[in-house]
């Protein structure tokens, strides 16, 4: 089909949002489901210029159908790196919600953290030193802390919602923490533990040194971020898994990858909107899962 065609046809969709009959406005929607997001703004004028209730919420859930297709596509590229980066899947996964969603805000908010933090580094800490003051701007300066009344608000899973409450769960809180870490040059990385999502800073050569002989890791300590970063050894960990039932496992111990960090995040964000009922929206966080574990 030519271009011009194609733009002829658009238009003679867009004309037939208005139509009351059910099968028509099934049939219209069905084809500009097919579009890039470029027509929204068209459709965003007809929803302004239309008085019917029923169009404008018919234009609505096509607005919001097109967001999610687009978004979903991104989220499936991100998946597919071979070292996805945190940041940028936080912010797709949270624009689900908030698809005008500015990122350089959001850049400029955690530029704003990772300097406070910076300013107060130098060479001669010790690596927990450094996770001390990192906690302490982070926690106590910006006053990030865990949403324990509305622990499954879903407002609590997006990343501009956290930097503009200061409050989250506690996988979403670390993920912020991570990143605010990462963008300081500390080695901090996702540990998959059930229930209890805790981070590791991770650095080779001194935890060959410190931890007996034995034990193999590259991790030098655990951070618990949904408890202003306090810090948690080995032996401490182990004793906790034990007394809470886990069997302790490789991958409780070590660090995970980026994707699971995200699916922690969205098992959380399907939760939430679930307890509040938002079924439609539960389903779509499902694809999104899916998509991150290549299924």
């Not at 069905?30 to 029923?54: G, H, M, Q, V, Y």
């Not at 001390?132 to 609590?156: A, C, I, Q, W």
């Amino acid at each position: 089909m030519k271009n011009s065609d194609k733009i002829s046809k658009t238009q003679a969709l867009l004309l037939l949002l208005d139509d009351p009959d059910e099968m028509v406005h099934e049939a219209v929607a069905a084809e500009l489901i097919k579009e890039s997001p470029r027509i929204i703004p068209k459709l965003e004028i007809i929803w302004e210029n239309t008085c019917d209730d029923s169009c404008q919420n018919r234009i609505e859930i096509l607005i919001q159908r097109l967001h999610f297709k687009e978004n979903y596509k991104k989220l499936r590229l991100w998946s597919r790196q071979q070292d996805p980066d945190l940041f940028e899947g936080f912010v797709l996964t949270s624009k689900y919600h908030y698809p005008d969603l500015i990122t350089d805000r959001i850049e400029r908010k955690i530029e704003e953290i990772r300097r406070k933090v910076w300013v107060e580094l130098n060479n001669s800490l010790t690596s927990l030193e450094k996770i001390t003051v990192l906690n302490h701007v982070f926690f106590n300066d910006f006053g990030f802390s865990v949403d324990n009344e509305n622990f499954y608000s879903p407002r609590n899973c997006f990343i501009n919602q956290i930097l503009e409450t200061g409050k989250g769960n506690p996988v979403s809180m670390a993920l912020l923490y991570t990143i605010v870490a990462n963008r300081l040059d500390l080695p901090v990385r996702f540990i998959d533990i059930p229930k209890t999502p805790l981070l590791a800073y991770v650095d080779r050569k001194i935890a060959a040194k410190v931890h007996p002989k034995g034990v193999e890791t590259d991790v030098l300590f655990y951070i618990n971020a949904a408890n202003k970063g306090s810090i948690t050894g080995r032996r401490e960990l182990e004793y906790q898994m034990k007394k809470a039932g886990l069997e302790p496992s490789v991958r409780f111990f070590e660090a995970s990858s980026s994707r699971t960090f995200l699916t922690r995040l969205l098992e959380v964000t399907e939760k939430s909107y679930e307890l509040n009922g938002f079924r439609e929206k539960t389903a779509d966080i499902h694809q999104m899962i899916c998509v991150l574990n290549h299924k």
